[in-house]
């Protein structure tokens, strides 16, 4: 099993940028897939981005070339740094682990964007 701790979260304005942090309790040399997810006030929860353990990674249209995510596996710590925020990239955002076998969630964090 696997824990996993967001990093809080912040009101930011339009335009500037922010970075999240998970934490896991194990290793996540093991840890397939690492992924942020976030649910708008409203909306469906959607997925943000994705990363495997070999370095690749993906991101939904609506983010990309605004957000990077990347892992630190010595600190079993994945990031996920957002820039050129937007106000509809409120929401609560929340860190995924795939162990392979089953999926893991944080609590989830509350991203504000101010115009």
């Known amino acids: 099993q696997v824990q996993l701790v967001e990093s809080e979260g912040g009101s930011v304005q339009a335009g500037g940028s922010l970075r999240l942090s998970c934490a896991a309790s194990?290793?996540?040399?093991?840890?397939?897939?690492m992924s942020w997810y976030r649910q708008a006030p409203g909306k469906q929860r959607e997925w943000v981005a994705l990363s495997t353990t070999s370095g690749a990674t993906n991101y939904a249209d609506s983010v990309k070339g605004r957000f990077t995510i990347s892992r630190d596996n010595a600190k079993n710590m994945v990031y996920l740094q957002m820039n050129s925020l937007k106000s509809e990239d409120t929401a609560i955002y929340s860190c995924?682990?795939?162990?392979?076998?089953?999926?893991?969630w944080g609590q989830g964090t509350q991203v504000t964007v101010c115009s």
């Open positions: 194990r290793s996540i040399f093991s840890i397939n897939t």
């Open positions: 995924k682990a795939w162990d392979g076998r089953q999926d893991y």
